[in-house]
């Protein structure tokens, strides 16, 4: 587990080193515009699916002006996706009142709305990965608080993309301890349990100490900074006006339905 976020970590940093045009945008552009894409997808009702459809294409564009591979976000989403078929896998069994498709076909408002809690993840897991990986940590949160997010607040979340690996790491030398500890390959008690995430505390407490020591001693006062000064430039304006507007208009006209009424005809 340890292993995996560190080289999560590790990835990430790689990804976000990279040069494109993604990663020459003002990491406040990309977050405004982030925050505004998780606002528009989680306000529609929760029994909308294909209006949501539109919105595929900011991440789709963040990523492919990344250069960031496909592939990297797919297997975070498959790590995730559990999360969000628990949310909502009794949708389809308490949500049963009949809803009307086109075509005179009728379906469960569940899946309707086990559909949408699906899509809705997809889509804003993938922003915030495309977010990071196109403007990395450091930037993004001294962004952040360019935008007026307490330094506190964006050195916390900093460090906890940096150290989290550190907790892992610990809990898993406990756990090979006690496994090699036990000699009959049951399962611990809830006692025992207990005790691990008590000495797990401590030992993480310990270890933040050392660290904080040892950033104390290299200079740190609890200012990030960051190799260049971020400039906003009129393309840091046209991307974030344009997706904004993007966003709004995907928002109050359904996108979908008016593209296959123009398609049909319907509209002349």
């Known amino acids: 587990m340890a292993m995996a976020h560190g080289g999560t970590v590790q990835r990430m940093d790689e990804l976000a080193a990279l040069e494109s045009p993604a990663h020459r945008l003002d990491a406040r552009a990309k977050a405004v515009v982030t925050f505004a894409f998780l606002v ?4 529609f009702p929760r029994h909308e699916v294909v209006a949501l459809a539109p919105y595929v294409l900011y991440p789709v564009a963040l990523l492919s002006l990344g250069g960031i591979p496909a592939r990297w976000i797919l297997k975070k ?3 995730a996706a559990p999360f969000a078929l628990f949310i909502g896998l009794f949708n389809p069994l308490l949500d049963r009142q009949p809803v009307a498709l086109p075509g005179g076909l009728f379906v469960a408002a569940g899946w309707l709305s086990f559909a949408s809690i699906l899509a809705r993840f997809a889509l804003t897991v993938s922003a915030a990965l495309a977010l990071v990986a196109c403007t990395g940590m450091d930037r993004l949160c001294a962004g952040l608080e360019r935008l007026g997010l307490p330094r506190a ?3 916390q979340l900093l460090f906890l993309h940096r ?4 907790i892992s790491d610990e ?3 406990m756990r090979y301890g006690l496994a090699l500890r036990t000699a009959d390959g049951r399962a611990p008690s809830l006692r025992v349990y207990g005790s691990l995430l008590g000495h797990l505390l401590l030992r993480s407490m310990d270890r933040a100490q050392r660290i904080y020591g040892a950033m104390l001693a290299r200079g740190f006062d ?3 900074r960051i190799l260049g000064t971020a400039r906003w430039t009129a393309r840091d304006a046209l991307f974030t006006t344009g997706w904004l507007a993007f966003f709004a208009a995907a928002r109050f006209w359904n996108l979908p339905e008016f593209a296959g009424r123009l398609l049909t005809g319907e509209l002349r």
């Open 222 to 224: 609890g200012e990030i």
């Open 77 to 79: 989403l498959l790590v």
């Open 171 to 173: 809990a898993r030398r």
């Open 163 to 166: 150290y989290l690996f550190v």
């Open 40 to 43: 528009a997808v989680m306000s």
């Open 153 to 155: 607040f964006a050195v």
